[in-house]
């Protein structure tokens, strides 16, 4: 009997911590913030000027030069699987930018010139059942993601235009 109950406390005690770490994990979405801000203040990046994904979806392979003369290429797609990608064209490292999981794609990339950050959107049905958007932020020079960020799509901007008008 003593065995048994011994197990039964720890079968509590395992459940308890997973609840505990499911609620830590699954923060509730934020209508103002300072990424927002910093998302909404950021410039467009254009999107890849030879598409390679069919049927026609938002894609991007973009240079870009960082305040310190490298040059990085940006590429991902809105699409399943999709994430966000970099690479050093020197050194031909490359890193993860972001990665918001399944049924939640890329939809909007825009970059910070001055400071080095680059912002994705990523919007989606998570697992298939739940509206989700997340911010994303990513220091290109130190090839680190400095925040994720759960948001109200609603409290964003629109997302890039893919045919900026000319005036």
């Known amino acids: 009997m003593h065995q048994s109950r011994r197990s039964f406390r720890i079968v509590l005690r395992m459940i308890l911590f997973v609840t505990v770490a499911c609620c830590v994990a699954c923060r509730r979405a934020v209508s103002k913030a300072p990424i927002i801000e910093r998302y909404k203040a950021a410039a467009c990046i254009s999107f890849s000027a030879n598409p390679t994904v069919t049927p026609h979806t938002r894609e991007w392979d973009t240079p870009l030069t960082l305040s310190d003369g490298s ?97």
Not at 78 to 99: E, F, H, W
């Open 71 to 167: 040059k990085v290429i940006v590429s991902g797609t809105q699409s399943p699987g999709g994430r966000i990608n970099m690479r050093y064209l020197t050194k031909g490292r490359g890193s993860l930018v972001a990665d918001a999981g399944d049924y939640v794609y890329p939809s909007d990339v825009r970059f910070n010139n001055q400071k080095d950050l680059l912002y994705v959107k990523a919007s989606g049905l998570a697992g298939g059942v739940i509206e989700e958007t997340w911010l994303f932020e990513y220091d290109l020079r130190a090839q680190r993601q400095v925040l994720r960020q759960r948001v109200v799509n609603g409290a964003l901007p629109a997302e890039c235009p893919e045919h900026p008008q000319t005036k």
